[in-house]
């Protein structure tokens, strides 16, 4: 006897096969598991067995037509599932890296403002030269140029005006 089976088995998509055979009845009953070879979603399990009942020469003649169609789509659901994973994990660490930019954004801008808190004591207390020397520096923010900039030089007319005046 020649028999084609495994090499019809090999040309459908690639995984594992359980084929389990009942054959007490009239009716044979083969129930065909596919797992594809590849995934990552153990949802995967779900997918129940196909199961084809039918007379034995019914099943030698149609068993390849009947089993194609659900392997097709249980490695089709299956690569979108590994291909959904794989997105998900994307936006995660994209998520991660946007949460990571904010935090340091923040704390730059505590800094900022935490120096400026600074300034402006020193300002209440009337030492505009020590004030001048606390602003921050330029180079660290550099978003806030204008503003640095423009308070130094308010300063800076306070202190020389303290100068001449004494």
């Not at 590849?38 to 196909?50: E, L, M, Q, R, T």
Request: glycine fraction near 4%.
């Amino acid at each position: 006897m020649n028999s084609t089976f495994f090499q019809q088995i090999n040309s459908l998509q690639k995984g594992t096969y359980l084929i389990t055979i009942d054959n007490t009845a009239d009716m044979m009953v083969v129930a065909t598991l596919f797992r594809p070879a590849k995934c990552g979603d153990k949802a995967i399990k779900a997918v129940p067995s196909f199961n084809f009942k039918a007379s034995p020469q019914e099943i030698d003649e149609g068993y390849f037509d009947k089993i194609t169609a659900p392997v097709e789509a249980t490695q089709t659901m299956a690569t979108n599932a590994d291909h959904y994973l794989h997105q998900l994990e994307e936006a995660r660490q994209q998520t991660a890296m946007a949460r990571a930019a904010e935090n340091v954004k923040n704390d730059k801008q505590r800094k900022f403002e935490a120096a400026m808190q600074k300034v402006d004591k020193l300002v209440e207390e009337g030492k505009f030269r020590e004030a001048w020397k606390k602003c921050p520096d330029i180079k660290e923010f550099p978003e806030k140029a204008t503003i640095i900039t423009e308070r130094k030089q308010g300063l800076a007319l306070q202190f020389e005006r303290d100068l001449f005046n004494t």
